[in-house]
């Protein structure tokens, strides 16, 4: 990926973990506190499904953030981790809850964000040189 390209996409997923930790968090407060400036909660959703949906969300926020700031080491397998977390979650919530005609697709374009962000955190020569060369 060229260097401008790369710089991009590199800023473009840290623009996407703080919208995922600001907003994962203001609907976290939302469902804990019933208050908040819009309203975030999905009703269909069971009330277990939505307070993980919310602790997913602003985990996955947070620990892109932290773990860029720190330029920790292992911050592209924490995101896997948390993808497949997103990712489980989003599965149950279209195939469970979800009604609308386009959920399959919106799962779909889902995970191939997760997938393609984590090959990018993986593979690239600016992640790699920001969090340090993973040996395995």
């Given amino acids: 990926m060229p260097a401008i390209a790369s710089s991009v996409f590199s800023f473009l997923v840290l623009a996407a973990s703080i919208f995922l930790a600001v907003w994962g968090s203001l609907g976290l407060i939302e469902y804990l ?6 309203r975030l909660q999905n009703p269909v959703f069971p009330d277990g499904v939505q307070l993980l949906h919310w602790i997913g969300i602003t985990a996955t926020g947070l620990i892109y953030l932290i773990g860029y700031y720190r330029r920790w080491q292992l911050t ?19 195939m469970d809850f979800l009604t609308n005609r386009g959920r399959y697709v919106a799962m779909v374009l889902e995970y191939a964000a997760y997938i393609v962000i984590s090959i990018y955190l993986f593979r690239s020569e600016r992640m790699q040189t920001h969090f340090g060369r993973l040996t395995y």
């Fill in 33 to 38: 506190f019933g208050v908040g400036p819009i």
């Fill in 76 to 94: 592209p397998f924490a995101m896997v981790v948390a993808y497949s977390v997103l990712a489980t979650l989003c599965f149950v919530e279209t």
